[in-house]
T-cell receptor
Framework: GDSVTQMEGPVTLSEEAFLTINCTYT??????LFWYVQYPGEGLQLLLK?????DKGSNKGFEATYRKETTSFHLEKGSVQVSDSAVYFCALSDPDSGGYQKVTFGTGTKLQVIP | SQTIHQWPATLVQPVGSPLSLECTVEGTSNPNLYWYRQAAGRGLQLLFYSIGIDQISSEVPQNLSASRPQDRQFILSSKKLLLSDSGFYLC?????????????FGPGTRLTVL
């Protein structure tokens, strides 16, 4: 079955540091890939997505590139801010789930940015 | 624009008591609907999904049930809560067939079973 593996947290960085959160996946078809963000006490929000190989998703300074050859979708940001502190989830959507969007989530990586 | 509501926001219930969590979606028709549970420090576990009224599929056997009495209403229930039911419950929706693969999440309900 489909699965998503992401690096364990928490990740603690100083403000303006470079961020990388690793994510790899296994899937039988050609999934879409997502990064969701969850701020404390809230639901998940879509951060960015990519639907096919070599696509780059980007939003709010975050980027991730769909790498089919390495089955990866690593999240990066050049300069993190305290407001980026949250839990980040990597996910994939299986297009062959028969009428609904079955999304498989990673376990989440908590990011703490300190001033 | 579409919005998704969940209530209550927080709930504290004794073991053995019943549960009813409600989720409603506005601004869209025929959405796919989902219930997830997020236990403390863990990822998301899909509990139920629905592609239409009275069409519910369960992903994980448990003492919870779900119902969809209206197109944009999704209810999570239990007759008798267990301690292990504590967690953060998230409702989500996605467009129906051919409508895209992104899921949109509600604000969640924090359930504590004592």
């Amino acid at each position: 079955g489909d699965s998503v593996t992401q690096m364990e947290g928490p990740v603690t960085l100083s403000e303006e540091a470079f961020l990388t959160i690793n994510c790899t996946y296994t899937a039988t078809g050609y999934p879409s890939l997502f990064w969701y963000v969850q701020y404390p006490g809230e639901g998940l929000q879509l951060l960015l997505k990519a639907t096919k190989a070599d696509d780059k998703g980007s939003n709010k300074g975050f980027e991730a590139t769909y790498r089919k050859e390495t089955t990866s979708f690593h999240l990066e940001k050049g300069s993190v801010q305290v407001s980026d502190s949250a839990v980040y989830f990597c996910a994939l959507s299986d297009p062959d789930s028969g009428g609904y969007q079955k999304v498989t989530f990673g376990t989440g990586t908590k990011l703490q940015v300190i001033p | 624009s579409q919005t998704i509501h969940q209530w209550p926001a927080t709930l504290v219930q004794p073991v053995g008591s019943p549960l009813s969590l409600e989720c409603t979606v506005e601004g869209t028709s025929n959405p796919n609907l989902y219930w997830y549970r997020q236990a403390a420090g863990r990822g998301l576990q899909l509990l139920f999904y629905s592609i239409g009224i009275d069409q519910i599929s369960s992903e994980v056997p448990q003492n919870l049930s779900a119902s969809r009495p209206q197109d944009r209403q999704f209810i999570l229930s239990s007759k008798k809560l267990l301690l292990s039911d504590s967690g953060f419950y998230l409702c989500a929706w996605s467009p129906g067939l051919a409508g895209g693969d992104e899921q949109f999440f509600g604000p969640g309900t924090r359930l504590t079973v004592l």
